[in-house]
């Protein structure tokens, strides 16, 4: 039967990525609609459902791997069905094409589990032994029983990662991110929000070690002293965006040597319910006035007078009232 060149079959299915079943269908017309149309359905694959899941684990062959390059498995009604069987089945589809001749290790760029509660390091590690090379973003939000040992595994098989969630991750130690700075060289953005066990060891010893960090969020780690703080910030000159929150056990001149600290490129500082004083306000005055935004919600001793002051001087936003971050902040935690 004649048929479309293969590069205009690509074109015209591009229009409908989004649309998995239609895709599928498309699979099934001819080999060269097959070749055309499996590629784009592999790439991105959209699981919605627990028959979406089994459906994906089923076909999944290594002649896949070469297209997948992201995996999100935490859709509401998916991430409790997701357990290590599930990671291990997968992880033997990366580990066949490897062994295939030729061998395909795979281009996976982009994992997500969060709020997979039921996945382990048993079942975790083998999946970033197999796939992690390739990987530049990884999230792991409040995987309650992920450890120590798949961070390790990150840091040895994922050398190319940027962005790292370990969002209410509880089961970690305090240095279990002691080879990122080693293994991961480019990791540029990290989220430790709601980590209890976040320490000033975790900031001083090895987080100050990630001279590639831009984006640095510690929202409600509670046991951070303002000791770390103030020597978090000259230990990472390529910082773009620090995010706090609760630092109640901070001094005024802790929080102004932070701020001191900040690079040239701060672009966003978030500082939650902080207390600010008059060393405090200088030091935004002095080093902070290219500012993007400057989020003091529920900050106390936070003054009009000082808001007019650091606008006049520079900073394009300050919120610092909560009517004022409802959705600012709202926008913050669906990203």
């Known amino acids: ?11 015209i299915l591009d229009y409908v990525t989004e649309n998995q079943f239609l895709l599928a269908t498309f699979c099934l017309v001819n080999r060269d609609w097959y070749r055309a149309a499996i590629g784009l359905l592999f790439r991105h694959p959209r699981i ?3 028959n979406g899941l089994m459906t994906f684990t089923k076909h999944l ?27 291990q089945r997968i992880t033997s589809v990366f580990e066949r094409a490897a062994a295939a001749s030729p061998p ?11 709020r997979c509660g039921k996945i382990m390091d048993t079942g975790l590690v083998p999946l970033l032994a197999a796939a992690g090379h390739s990987l530049l973003i990884i999230n792991l939000e409040m995987c309650g029983n992920v450890t120590a040992g798949s961070i390790d595994a990150i840091a040895t098989h994922a050398p190319h990662l940027q962005s790292l969630s370990l969002y209410w991750t509880n089961r970690l130690t305090k240095r279990c991110l002691n080879l990122l700075p080693t293994g991961c060289t480019d990791l540029r953005c990290l989220d430790l929000s709601m980590c209890q066990w976040v320490v000033d060891d975790t900031v001083m010893l090895d987080i100050c ?12 780690c509670h046991a951070l002293t303002g000791r770390a703080l103030a020597a978090l910030t000259p230990a990472l000159p390529r ?9 109640s056990e901070s001094t005024d001149a802790e929080i102004a040597a932070m701020i001191r600290g900040c690079g040239r490129g701060m672009k966003k ?9 008059p060393d405090t306000v200088r030091a935004i005055e002095e080093c902070l006035m290219g500012l993007e935004l400057l989020n003091l919600r529920n900050a106390v001793g936070v003054e009009e007078r000082m808001i007019r002051a650091w606008k006049e001087g520079g900073v394009k936003e300050v919120v610092w009232r ?5 959705e600012e902040v709202t926008d913050e935690e669906m990203e």
């Open 104 to 114: 395909c290790r795979g281009r996976l760029e982009s994992l997500t589990l969060n």
């Open 209 to 220: 070690s990630m001279m590639s960090l831009r984006v640095l969020k510690l929202s409600s």
């Open 239 to 247: 910082l773009e965006e620090l995010r706090l929150a609760m630092v």
């Open 1 to 11: 039967m004649p048929t479309l060149p293969l590069d205009l079959l690509r074109s």
């Open 48 to 50: 919605s459902t627990r």
């Open 269 to 277: 500082l978030v500082m939650l319910e902080a207390t600010v004083g």
């Open 61 to 87: 062959d290594p002649s896949h791997v070469d297209f997948l390059t992201s995996l999100d498995l935490s859709a509401d009604r998916v991430r409790e069905f997701v357990d290590n069987g599930t990671l």
């Open 322 to 326: 909560e009517e004022q971050a409802d």
